[in-house]
C-alpha cells in the first residue's frame, strides 16, 4: 500500500534562516506530488506541484522553491524564512485513476 | 470569487445528520471530492464523485450532485464525536492536475 512521509513534523525557526521539508512517498511509481500551505484561515493554498522528476510548477511567487531530485522525493526550501511563512505545509501526491489527493501528516512551521 | 465555497460551520447534536453543503462554479468539473481533516492532520480523503452522477452511499456517507445548480452535500448520518473536524469539497477539470479546494466547514459535534 502507498505511504507518504513529511518531516520534521514540526519546527520553530528565526527569521532569515534557511527551511529544508522532506516528503517522500512508498509504494507507488512517477506520482505527481504536491506542496500546499495552510494558513490560520483554514484554506489550502497551492504552493508547487511536480509531474515528474526535475519538473516543477509553481504556483504562488515567494520566497520558496521545491525540487524533485528522485521520482518518490519532493522538498521544499527556503534561503531565508520570513514571518508570513509560518503555516502548516502538507504534501501530497495524486492518484492516477481519479486524481484524488493522498495527504501527508503535515509539518507545522513556526518562524520567529 | 471563490472558485469553491462552503459555509464555516456547523453544529449538531450527536446521533442526527449532519448536511454539509458545497457549490462550485467551474461547470467542466469533472470529479468532486470530500476531505476530512482532523486536528494537526493532514487531509484524508472521504469519498469522491463524477460529474455524471447524482448519488453516491458508503455507509454512514452520502453525496449528493447537482450539476445544474452547481451544488454538492455530504451528508453523515448518525453523527458521532469522532465525525468533529474540518470537511473540505474539492473539484478537478478532467485532464488537469490541479484541485480546487473550499476553505473547509468546521463540524462540531456536541452531546
Known amino acids: 500500500s502507498q505511504t507518504i512521509h513529511q518531516w520534521p513534523a514540526t519546527l520553530v525557526q528565526p527569521v532569515g534562516s534557511p527551511l529544508s521539508l522532506e516528503c517522500t512517498v512508498e509504494?507507488?511509481?512517477?506520482?505527481?506530488l504536491y506542496w500546499y500551505r495552510q494558513a490560520a484561515g483554514r484554506g489550502l493554498q497551492l504552493l508547487f506541484y511536480?509531474?515528474?522528476?526535475?519538473?516543477i510548477s509553481s504556483e504562488v511567487p515567494q520566497n520558496l522553491s521545491a525540487s524533485r531530485p528522485q521520482d518518490r522525493q519532493f522538498i521544499l526550501s527556503s534561503k531565508k524564512l520570513l514571518l508570513s511563512d509560518s503555516g502548516f505545509y502538507l504534501c501530497?501526491?495524486?492518484?492516477?485513476?481519479?486524481?484524488?489527493?493522498?495527504f501527508g501528516p503535515g509539518t507545522r512551521l513556526t518562524v520567529l | 470569487g471563490e472558485d469553491v465555497e462552503q459555509s464555516l460551520f456547523l453544529s449538531v447534536r450527536e446521533g442526527d445528520s449532519s448536511v454539509i453543503n458545497c457549490t462550485y462554479t467551474?461547470?467542466?468539473?469533472?470529479?468532486l471530492y470530500w476531505y476530512k481533516q482532523e486536528p494537526g492532520a493532514g487531509l484524508q480523503l472521504l469519498t469522491y464523485?463524477?460529474?455524471?452522477?447524482d448519488m453516491k452511499q458508503d455507509q454512514r456517507l452520502t453525496v449528493l450532485l447537482n450539476k445544474k445548480d452547481k451544488h454538492l452535500s455530504l451528508r453523515i448520518a448518525d453523527t458521532q464525536t469522532g465525525d468533529s473536524a474540518i470537511y473540505f469539497c474539492?473539484?478537478?477539470?478532467?485532464?488537469?492536475?490541479?484541485?480546487?479546494f473550499g476553505r473547509g466547514t468546521s463540524l462540531i459535534v456536541h452531546p
Open positions: 501530497a501526491w495524486a492518484g492516477t485513476l481519479y486524481n484524488e489527493q493522498f
Open positions: 509504494g507507488t511509481s512517477n506520482p505527481n
Open positions: 511536480s509531474v515528474g522528476i526535475g519538473q
Open positions: 467551474d461547470s467542466s468539473s469533472t470529479y
Open positions: 464523485i463524477f460529474s455524471n452522477m
Open positions: 474539492a473539484e478537478t477539470r478532467g485532464g488537469s492536475y490541479i484541485p480546487t
